[in-house]
């Protein structure tokens, strides 16, 4: 498959909601004002509430924050704060690496840990997520190290306490999707191969007709987790595409699915209590011999 064509594949799959919640700049290069969108519920518990740090996909060329609106809604009614991160974009023509992407969500995840008191929650209950290249950086926050702002204070710890990764794009290497961008540095850019001991746990969703990552990648991925001790759930969709996960697709039910997943992953790490308040959706099954 054409880059080209891959691009358009990782863009097209992105949902053009508009973020929600709260409105901050977290961080300015040069005239740049890069901002972040918090959603939070009120409640009448005082106690540090756990956090989610969204990144949107789009190839690292495209997407704003959005994408994860309404799973932004959802985790808030939960008692998580959520956070929507904007970063840098790549240009389309130059094949630079994605450097200010990764630079942009280590100094995000950074503004988050240091305003926690601000916005009542535990700096050691952080989660990162993202979709395609949002999962991408999600997860290169859980397992590179460098790729600091040049200049900025790098004393805050980056590294989440969980990841929820959807189909992320997590191998760059030779075989994997964006090796045309980092090439013979892809071990500088690629979460697949920088597992090591102490990553944090993981869950992931892909589809098995995923023309970007395909389900080996990430077989290989939660081999190399387990490999160190890292917890890596995984749970794989029969017949989704890439982007399958997002909200209004496929009548909303692989969104439901994958939102109730990382809610009750959310639970066996002691983030949140009682069952998803979400109802799983029931799919209908064609019986024999009915058309359609």
Known sequence: MRPGILVAILTSSVCAAPPTGRKFTYKTVGETQLSIYVTQAESADESPRPAILFFHGGGWVGGAPGQFTEHAKYFASRGVTCFQAQYRLLSKQKKDPPSVCIQDARSAMRWVRRNAKRFNIDPER????????????????????????????????????????????????????????????????????????????????????????????????????????????????????????????????????????????????????GEPTLTEPVEKKKLPGNAG
Request: aromatic content about 10%; some cysteine; glycine content about 12%.
């Open 126 to 273: 952080v989660a990162s997520a993202g979709g395609s290249a949002g999962g991408h950086l999600a997860a290169t926050l859980g397992t590179l190290q460098g790729h600091d702002e040049p200049g900025e204070d790098n004393s805050l710890d980056v590294r989440p306490n969980a990841m929820i990764l959807f189909n992320p794009v997590f191998d760059n290497g030779p075989n994997g999707w964006g090796y045309g961008r980092v090439k013979e540095r892809y071990k500088e850019f690629s979460p697949a191969h920088n597992i090591r001991k102490g990553i944090p746990p993981a869950i992931v969703f892909l589809g098995d007709k995923d023309s970007l990552v395909p389900v080996s990648t990430l077989e290989n991925f939660q081999s190399r987790m387990k490999a160190v001790g890292s917890t890596c759930r995984t749970m794989i969709f029969p017949g989704m595409p890439h982007g399958f996960f997002n909200h209004n697709r496929y009548n909303n039910v692989p969104y439901l699915k994958t939102v109730i997943a990382a809610d009750r992953f959310l639970k066996s790490l002691g983030w949140v209590s």
